[in-house]
């Protein structure tokens, strides 16, 4: 069975920490492997990784693809209350269905 | 302004009954998705659709269906058969074939009284 299995499944930290959060994923078929951010309603989009582009960064956040290991990991330095959501990892496969699997999501608490 | 939108936010729904929650974009995507959102589950595709008149079945499709007479409609059906359908009900778009990135809808929450 394809799966993407994502941990911890809930975090809390205090406002300038910084988390990791982690992503596996089994190696059939992979394509690209996604990451949203969802705060109340609609995921969205962070970052997308690939076989040709491994790391990602847009301010505090980045994200590493580890092709040996078949995981991914999101960090994020100086954690905000606004950073408070679900984080969601996914997987596209080959065979252009356009189909994404979804992990469990990780739940991210930051205090003040 | 371009986007993804769901309609109505909550629905409540008698047992027996058939929902129908709407999806819509102007993004001038060709796909489509509907996913199932259950806490501690993630996403669960529903039906998904690669272009107008064609759709399939995702992993959870017992008890829904779905039509795509237009590029930029995808309702989704909630019928009496599924046994289970309190949830929060996500609907996406990509550009297509070939295109992994997916864009959500705000979502429908569905709760059967």
């Known amino acids: 069975e394809d799966k993407v299995v994502q941990s911890p499944l809930s975090l809390v930290v205090h406002e300038g920490d910084t988390v990791t959060l982690n992503c596996s994923y089994e190696v059939t078929n992979f394509r690209s492997l996604l990451w949203y951010k969802q705060e109340k309603k609609a995921p969205t989009f962070l970052f997308m990784l690939?076989?040709?582009?491994i790391e990602k960064k847009s301010g505090r956040l980045s994200s590493i693809l580890d092709k040996k290991e078949l995981s991914s990991i999101l960090n994020i330095t100086a954690t905000q209350t606004g950073d408070s959501a679900i984080y969601l990892c996914a997987k596209a496969g080959s065979g252009n269905t356009g189909k994404l699997i979804f992990g469990q999501g990780t739940t991210l608490q930051v205090k003040p | 302004d371009g986007g993804i939108t769901q309609s109505p936010k909550y629905l409540f729904r008698k047992e027996g009954q058939n929902v129908t929650l709407s999806c819509e974009q102007n993004l001038n995507h060709d796909a489509m998705y509907w996913y199932r959102q259950d806490p501690g589950q993630g996403l669960r595709l529903i039906y998904y659709s690669q272009i107008v008149n064609d759709f399939q079945k995702g992993d959870i499709a017992e008890g829904y269906s779905v039509s795509r007479e237009k590029k930029e409609s995808f309702p989704l059906t909630v019928t009496s058969a599924q046994k289970n359908p309190t949830a929060f009900y996500l609907c996406?778009?990509?550009?297509?074939?070939?295109?992994?990135?997916?864009?959500f809808g705000p979502g429908t929450r569905l709760t059967v009284l």
């Open positions: 996406a778009s990509s550009y297509g074939i070939g295109f992994d990135t997916q864009y």
């Open positions: 690939t076989s040709s582009g």
